[in-house]
């Protein structure tokens, strides 16, 4: 099915020119590769001028933060300059912070009225030094409108240290952005087109690229000629991804040029999860290729690497991409707003789940070098604390014992003998992170734990 497989070497150095407006290169103003706000690091001043440069930092660098937010808030990614977790806002009473985490925007006062006239008051806090700092500086003073005298202030006091933390349903309202669809193709197509100019600058050169380029830089043309939606039949970066466990670490673009479509599609895919076609040109002829380029996002500033993959589409039964315009904007506009409202209330708590899943293993295996039962207990019970926690946000009844019956049947107590005494951290987690997935996909989506 693949004729060839050719890792690429960056050759934007080859282009004299700005491949916008054809200013003189290099630009003295670097431009990153994948926008610093999705997590990327890499930049270059060898591909733009400094004015196109200028031209996309405000509107269009920032009309897919309402998408790549969620995913960096949920999986803890800090920004590069920044150098903080995304926070989301929402309209009621609470704010997520950095990992999922909801968090009052300020004290919650409920006041309910008693049958004999005093009123009783609930004041939430997120934490007993957030409360105590509330009583002790002005906040206390503007809810009652006056200072609280020593014996109201001990009285509070002594609550708050008596107090327990509890849990409750939290509703995190609708979440409401605007959604400028020019703006975000103009955004993806400009980081495919980056991603071709670093790899393959000859190409941007064309008559056949002008339109996308035009689009991209100057927004002519309606977004709707070039946006599609797309249905990959082959994807390098899903293959890639799994076998180098990428995820979320990583950034990437596919360039299908695809035979049966006499055209050249490009997908930008961010942290694994949303993803933007475009058409990049309506002329082609030749075999069915694809140049798969990826930048991780944990901060490397590494150039991203590249692939060339040829396809041999005689052993290959199904075109390798297909593609849907939008035609309805209706029906167009719902699919976007369906596409945010998954990430929010489904992507985002089980990104959250598994990143702490993930934070709670690795200080586990901090611990100690020596792998024993009490260790291996620990895991057993993250294991087991994680699909418990995976049912609840799902509505599914996890049953505890089914689950620590399924850990024992992937031979998870089998991993002492084979580790013990010779504990590698990298190696063992390699193995725990093959059950988890297993148990995952084959126990856990099956139904087997309910």
């Excluded at 693949?2 to 282009?15: I, N, R, W």
């Excluded at 009652?144 to 309202?173: F, V, W």
């Excluded at 396809?311 to 390798?320: A, G, L, R, T, V």
């Excluded at 029906?331 to 959250?352: M, V």
Aim: proline share 3%; charged share 25%; hydrophobic share 35%.
């Amino acid at each position: 099915m693949l004729s060839s497989f050719e890792e690429l070497q960056v050759k934007a150095s080859q282009l004299q020119s700005c491949f916008y407006c054809s200013g003189l290169l290099p630009a003295l103003q670097k431009e990153h590769i994948f926008n610093n706000a999705w997590g990327g690091s890499h930049k270059t001043g060898k591909l733009i001028c400094n004015e196109c440069n200028q031209n996309f930092s405000q509107k269009v660098d920032k009309a897919l933060l309402c998408y790549t937010n969620i995913a960096m808030n949920a999986w803890s990614f800090e920004k590069k300059r920044q150098k903080s977790i995304p926070r989301i806002e929402f309209p009621g009473d609470y704010v997520l912070e950095g990992g999922g985490k909801p968090k009052l925007k300020k004290p919650g006062i409920q006041e309910e009225r008693l049958d004999d006239g005093r009123i009783k008051t609930d004041i939430s806090f997120n934490s007993s030094e957030e409360a105590r700092n509330w009583l002790n500086g002005s906040g206390a003073k503007s809810w009652l409108g006056r200072e609280l005298e020593s014996e109201e202030k001990d009285n509070i006091l002594k609550k708050i240290k008596q107090a327990q933390p509890q849990s409750r349903d939290i509703s995190l309202g609708n979440f409401e952005t605007s959604l400028d669809l020019s703006a975000q193709y103009r955004s993806a197509a400009h980081t495919i087109l980056k991603c071709l100019g670093l790899f393959m600058p000859d190409l941007l050169c064309l008559d056949e690229t002008k339109p996308i380029r035009q689009f991209v830089r100057y927004e002519e043309g309606n977004w709707q000629l070039f946006a599609v939606e797309i249905k990959q039949h082959i994807s390098v970066a899903d293959i890639y991804n799994h076998l180098a466990e990428l995820g979320a670490d990583c950034n990437s673009v596919e360039v299908y040029w695809c035979s049966h479509l006499k055209m050249v599609i490009g997908v930008l895919t961010l942290f694994n999860h949303v993803k933007r076609a475009v058409i990049i040109s309506k002329e082609y002829s030749g075999t069915d290729k694809i140049l798969y380029v990826f930048e991780d996002t944990r901060g490397s500033e590494r150039p991203p690497q590249a692939f060339l993959v040829e396809i041999n589409s005689q052993k290959f039964d199904e075109p390798i991409i297909g593609i849907q315009c939008f035609d309805d904007l209706h029906r167009s506009y719902q699919i976007f707003y369906n596409e945010i409202s998954f990430l929010i209330k489904t992507y985002r708590p089980i990104a959250t789940l598994t990143d702490d899943f993930i934070k709670t293993i690795g200080k586990i295996s901090q611990k100690t070098l020596e792998l024993d039962n009490n260790i291996t207990l620990e895991y057993q019970t993250a294991f087991l604390n994680f699909f418990i926690d995976l049912g609840k946000l799902l509505g599914k009844s996890i049953d505890s014992q089914k689950v620590l019956s399924k850990i024992s049947e992937y031979e998870f107590e089998d991993l002492i003998q084979k580790f013990s005494g010779n504990y590698d951290s990298i190696e063992f987690e390699k193995s725990l992170s093959e059950i988890w997935q297993s148990l995952l996909i084959n126990e856990f989506e099956q139904g087997a734990f309910e």
